[in-house]
């Protein structure tokens, strides 16, 4: 067995031994405060204080506030740039047209800014600085370059100089020293500590915004691909050998570069691929943050790939469509949707598509699948951002011809949600196993199937037939027939009748709901059993290992060292 195999056998076997995270379990519904009636050209989520920012239909910046009783707006204090045509300078004008920044500048990065940007930056005398919105300087005129760092809401700046790039506060403060070759992106470790991605040289460097210190440097051979987004694993590549990994919060490769395709976690799971059967595409598996796999490797390329509360979403690979897994490995919320979002406080935001109208109709719903809020809408939440939680407050929108007319809802957390309705359940599914099989010491090829139980564990499930041709000559071998309920006879030499130790199909397979009856030596035997079907209708019955080893007087173990299963008739 190579290396990668026996990695994943293990790490499947890990699976089944480990606690995995529990979904979390959060309630909640919607009421209907504003229907939707209101126009604007634009509207952005509300915030903590229940206020957002739009524009109205003649795309004038205003700020609206959300109550129980309704909406309220306002006028919004915005800024835009202008240039003196005398002097050629730049400055900056209210909402108003009012001149509150004297045209002083040579350039200007900021050219217009809301309430929510407190700095403005600007050029003067061929450097960068920034300024508040009455034209105090507050970064100085000393850098190169200088811009806002993405996804931090104006609380850092990128800043280059003559020896470097480093990161400054809105104060100022030079919280990383300008001595990097490049400052690539904001990231969050566990807690929410503050980094950036740096590079020097040939290397990739992580630093702490909080005392500017490296808190490691990465190998030359390998580049960092996503981020830790507030978890413990970062999504590596090592270009030396064209395989992907993940490096935990210290720098340490904690899931080997074994890979054809890595994502960035969500939350605690993400997805892994491999280039199976020799195809170019890989197929994908479900890994949580232990480097366990969830699932084997069955999924599309996840595009669109969306989670948190301890679930992660999964395509059906026939229908298309999309739902959630938990970390134990289970669809939870059915693949039924045409969209869906990243779950935030218990809620995220999916969407149906309908054929006829071509369109998508928008709702919420709960991390038990419970519809929050009618999947009917236009769209939910801001014109260009998904509904995102900080707020119990939410936009609404149904589009009437080409304009779209906005109302308000209220999430009631203390309400419990509506039960989704199932369009397209998905019919349960065992999968082939890559777990290697040893019989009374020799290692054995079996055609294997495997299907989650309750608690996300593997359960491993065998071909009788193929059992009995294998077991025979040995002290449990035993005979298979057949006179309207399977019979097994223990002690007798199988009799075999050519179809053993061929597999009638490959990958998943649904498992058809079918019962069988199972007679050990005359006597009607509970033994565990799924039955796959092939492409001409023709069924399988398969067997779970330990149960038939009960029956028939063979022992079933498992060698975690070897990752495979272990077989002993001489026990």
Known sequence: MNKWKKFLATALTAGM?????????????????????????????FDANNTAQVSDAEWKPMTVTASDAGLTAAPASSLSAYQDEATGKYGYRDENDKIVISAAYDDIFTWSADDSVKLLIVDKDGKDGAIDRKGKTVIPFQYSYLCPAYGTDGKYYEAMTEEGWGVLDASGKTVIPT???????????????????????????????????????????????????GGNLVDVWNSAIQKGGYMDVTGNLAVPCIFDEVRSFVGDLTYVGMNVEDSYDSKFAVMNSQGVLLTDYIYDYPYELSGGDGLISVRDPETKLFGYMNAAGMVVIPCQYDTVSNFTN?????????????????????????????????????????????SDYVWIAQRVGYEKYYGLAKIDRTAASTPAPVENPTAPTAVPTSYPVILDGQQVAFDVYAMKDANGNDTNYFKLRDVAFKLNGTPAQFNVGWDGSVTITTGAAYEANGSEMSAPFSGPQSVSDVKTTTLVNGIETALETITLTDAGGSGYTYYKLRDLGAACGFVVDWDAAAGAIVINTKA
């Open 179 to 229: 001595v990097y070759d490049y400052i690539t992106n904001y990231d969050e470790l566990p807690g929410g500590v503050p980094v950036f991605w740096a590079s020097q040289g040939e290397s990739d460097v992580l630093v702490s915004a909080v005392n500017g210190q490296p808190v490691f440097t990465v190998p030359a051979e390998v580049y960092v691909r996503g981020d830790f987004n």
């Open 17 to 45: 031994i480990l606690g995995l995270m529990p979904t979390t379990a959060w309630a909640a519904a919607a009421r209907v405060i504003v229907e939707p009636t209101y126009v604007y050209g634009q509207v952005y989520n």
């Open 346 to 390: 218990g809620l995220a935001v999916v969407s149906t598509y309908d054929a006829e109208t071509y369109n998508n109709s928008f709702g919420i719903i709960d991390t038990t699948g419970g519809i929050v809020l009618p999947i009917q809408y236009a769209d939910i939440g801001g014109s260009w951002e998904s509904y995102d939680g900080v």
